[in-house]
């Protein structure tokens, strides 16, 4: 399965949740929002062989969304005259001599919040999207570098990597952390807010902040810039392509000191951790509903919780963010 399969993958998923006390990206004007992305912001940022991702906290908001339509959102998934997007445009362009259509931009969280672009997001619903919405899009993106924009985005990526969180932005620029091969860096929100905090006292932090990550990437942006095929995230067909059905082995060893064998209706030459959909047998989920396959569990140490024999949905497969002694494995 290619990049655009599985990240058409994550957007259907993206598009059949819904999270309590969240709007849906769909919810608006008759969908004009909607798009085969997990963030319309992929929609101008859309390179998926970028060496680069961005990650930003959300999209929009209830209030924002709410308004008469906004074509620019709908066309281009952000509006060119923000802040947050022009200083981050100037910033990447200043330290790796690329555009945002260089590199693959998404949000950690999908939904939409209630009240105003202000309005924050509970940590534990951030930390609950990372898992089955951004840490699939670095695997399958593969970047070189994750810019995190934002001190509550990093911290919702450590925690969901099993990391301690930094207690502020300063500490969060200094402890960069691996996804396998992925290095990822915290920078300051580029909204006005953000850059103006860590620059306060007239001291230009943040030109300084992004120098010291260059200098630890040594990349050049796009593993694809001397090539003219540069492969671009694109809106797909609406067919339904299915799911990827597993089975638990009905031989499966279930033990908190071993793994549990998978057998997959696609093959792999390699052993990868994947997150999966638990069928909930009936039960009411307060976030999937009834009958749902709902539970996004990372195969840690609950997955020998599993039963020989259960139907699981394939979220997404995973390599190396997790301690290979806890993930699920499959050949």
Known sequence: MGKQSELLALTKLRQSTRYPGYKCIGDYHSGA????FVSPYTKTAGNVDAEIMVMLQDWASDGVLSKKLHEPSVSWGHEPSLPTNRNLIRLL????????????????????????????????????????????QIHIVDPKLVICLGLVTFNALRQACNLRPCPNMHSA??????????????QAHTGAFGQNNRNRGGVN???????EMKADIGTTGNRATHSSRVQRAVEA???DRGRRIIRVAKDAVKSQKSNVSVQLSFKSSQRQTIVYLNNCQGKNHSLYGKDAFYDLWATDSRAPNLSAGQECIVAACLEDWLPARRGLEFH
């Open 93 to 136: 362009n200043e330290n790796f001599g690329l555009h945002l259509q260089d590199v693959y931009g998404t949000n950690l969280f999908p939904f939409i919040k209630l009240g105003g672009m202000s309005t924050s997001i509970r940590r534990a619903d951030l930390n609950v999207a990372a898992l089955p919405f951004a840490l699939p």
């Open 173 to 186: 620029i200094e402890n960069p952390f691996n996804i396998g091969s992925t290095r990822v860096w915290c």
């Open 237 to 239: 067909p609406h067919s």
């Open 33 to 36: 929002y909607e798009s085969d």
């Open 205 to 211: 932090r943040v030109s300084d902040d992004w120098r």
